[in-house]
């Protein structure tokens, strides 16, 4: 038996509450991770404004990295003592979309995360004897977290917790579209709408695949500024700016080689297709309500264009997280500036208040610190 802190969001629209949890047993599979840094993302806040449905009460986080505490039964890939991050894409191995490379849609996983469970189809968690649900296989807004060992990858014990949980999702999501998914050719246009967590790691993506011309789009001056030192070479998207015209001139009058999508807004997805080059890749990374209809001026859509639609960039967890964190550790990926607050459990709503109101790239919860 352990028990431990976490924040529990007890029904849509309310604030978390810390509660204290209890995980009677570790099952086969199973690893307890002690949580030392949670990233705060959206995809939280959309369950907390109820975009996205989940049962309630329940545990979000999905951006998690700690240290390995114990393991159940079976579990071969790590050990205690472990540095690892959490990925909330685990899978099962061996079902019909894992069997095809497509581990993203791995059918246990699509079925039993979106009701709260674990892979095997039950939860962990309880609080006073009543059970209490998962969030993305992960639940990382807490002191302590169960995870499949799909769901546990071990990273140098150099780079910093707080540092490494980000790789678990926005991290992940930008650099791998840019480099693993559209695989960005050296010398081409790019351009990402939208500079936030994902946005902003695109850019360094498509800086890391060496892409020749990096356009950063974006309303707000100061994150145009900020994909800058991600390494943009032109931003644009203020108010008065043309940016149809602005990234065609940039361009050769074709538009840009790729275009990743980072917004989340029915705007972004309608202008990434009309800056998309005749041939390009479009890849739309951010999301709406999952029920609202989005639209496009079908004469954007012409000239063999790529769409795809993107939830972790082409995630391949054991591969992609080491090989994040050593570039962190040497010195080829920012990290350090994606933070803009670090919050004890405590202060979890701050975060997401500051979310809401745009103030912050990430909010990192430490949830051993004291408030």
Same mark, same amino acid.
């Given at each position: 038996? @352990?028990e431990?802190?976490?924040?529990?969001l007890?029904?849509?629209?309310?604030?978390?509450?810390?509660?204290?949890?209890?995980?009677?047993?570790l099952?086969?599979?199973?690893v307890l991770?002690r949580?030392?840094?949670s990233?705060?993302?959206?995809?939280?806040?959309?369950v907390i404004?109820?975009?996205?449905?989940?049962?309630?009460p329940?545990?979000?986080?999905?951006?998690?990295a700690?240290?390995?505490?114990a393991?159940?039964e079976?579990?071969t890939?790590?050990?205690?003592g472990?540095?690892v991050?959490?990925?909330?894409?685990?899978?099962?191995?061996?079902? =019909? /979309?894992?069997e095809?490379?497509?581990p993203?849609?791995?059918? &246990?996983f #699509?079925?039993?995360?979106?009701?709260?469970?674990?892979?095997?189809?039950?939860?962990?968690?309880?609080c006073?004897?009543?059970?209490?649900?998962?969030f993305?296989?992960?639940?990382s807004?807490?002191? /302590?977290? +169960?995870v &499949?060992?799909s769901?546990?990858?071990?990273?140098?014990?150099?780079i910093?917790?707080?540092?490494?949980?980000?790789?678990g999702?926005? +991290?992940? #999501?930008?650099?791998g579209a840019?480099?693993?998914?559209?695989?960005?050719?050296?010398?081409?246009s790019v351009a990402?709408?939208?500079? !936030?967590a994902v946005?902003?790691?695109?850019?360094?993506?498509?800086?890391?695949?060496?892409?020749?011309?990096?356009?950063?789009?974006?309303?707000?001056g100061?994150?145009?500024?900020?994909?800058r030192t991600?390494g943009a070479?032109?931003a644009?998207?203020?108010?008065d700016d043309? +940016?149809?015209? =602005?990234?065609?001139q940039?361009?050769?009058?074709?538009?840009?080689?790729?275009?990743?999508?980072?917004?989340?807004?029915?705007?972004?997805?309608r202008l990434g297709a009309e800056i998309?080059r005749p041939?390009?890749?479009?890849?739309?990374?951010? *999301?709406?309500? +999952?029920?609202?209809?989005?639209?496009?001026?079908?004469?954007?859509?012409?000239?063999e *264009?790529? @769409?795809?639609?993107?939830? /972790? !960039?082409?995630?391949? &967890?054991r591969r992609? =997280?080491?090989?994040?964190a050593?570039? /962190?550790?040497?010195?080829?990926?920012?990290?350090?500036?994606l933070i803009?607050?670090?919050?004890?459990?405590?202060?979890?709503?701050e975060? =997401?208040?500051?979310?809401?109101?745009?103030?912050?790239?990430r #909010?990192?919860?430490?949830?051993?610190?004291? &408030?």
């Amino acid at each position: 038996m @352990i028990e431990f802190d976490a924040a529990v969001l007890p029904a849509v629209g309310r604030r978390l509450e810390i509660r204290r949890m209890r995980i009677a047993r570790l099952e086969r599979d199973d690893v307890l991770v002690r949580i030392m840094a949670s990233g705060l993302c959206h995809t939280d806040l959309e369950v907390i404004d109820g975009a996205l449905a989940y049962p309630m009460p329940i545990v979000l986080g999905h951006e998690g990295a700690g240290v390995v505490e114990a393991v159940g039964e079976g579990v071969t890939e790590v050990k205690a003592g472990d540095h690892v991050v959490c990925s909330w894409n685990p899978h099962c191995g061996h079902c =019909f /979309y894992c069997e095809r490379n497509q581990p993203i849609l791995c059918e &246990p996983f #699509t079925f039993h995360q979106p009701r709260g469970h674990l892979l095997d189809g039950k939860s962990r968690l309880t609080c006073e004897g009543a059970t209490v649900h998962h969030f993305s296989v992960v639940s990382s807004h807490a002191q /302590y977290a +169960v995870v &499949p060992q799909s769901g546990a990858i071990a990273v140098p014990k150099e780079i910093p917790f707080d540092r490494a949980c980000l790789i678990g999702c926005g +991290v992940m #999501t930008g650099v791998g579209a840019a480099v693993r998914l559209a695989r960005v050719e050296p010398g081409a246009s790019v351009a990402v709408i939208g500079c !936030g967590a994902v946005g902003l790691n695109a850019v360094q993506g498509a800086r890391l695949a060496g892409a020749g011309t990096v356009i950063a789009i974006d309303r707000a001056g100061g994150r145009r500024d900020l994909a800058r030192t991600f390494g943009a070479d032109l931003a644009t998207g203020a108010p008065d700016d043309d +940016v149809v015209a =602005f990234v065609k001139q940039a361009t050769g009058g074709r538009g840009a080689d790729y275009v990743f999508e980072a917004a989340g807004s029915a705007d972004g997805f309608r202008l990434g297709a009309e800056i998309v080059r005749p041939g390009g890749d479009l890849v739309f990374l951010g *999301k709406v309500n +999952v029920d609202r209809d989005v639209a496009f001026r079908w004469g954007a859509l012409m000239g063999e *264009k790529k @769409i795809t639609r993107s939830s /972790y !960039g082409g995630a391949r &967890p054991r591969r992609d =997280f080491p090989w994040l964190a050593r570039a /962190y550790l040497d010195g080829r990926l920012n990290l350090d500036a994606l933070i803009s607050a670090r919050v004890p459990l405590e202060r979890i709503n701050e975060g =997401f208040d500051a979310m809401r109101h745009g103030d912050c790239i990430r #909010t990192v919860v430490l949830p051993w610190d004291s &408030p």
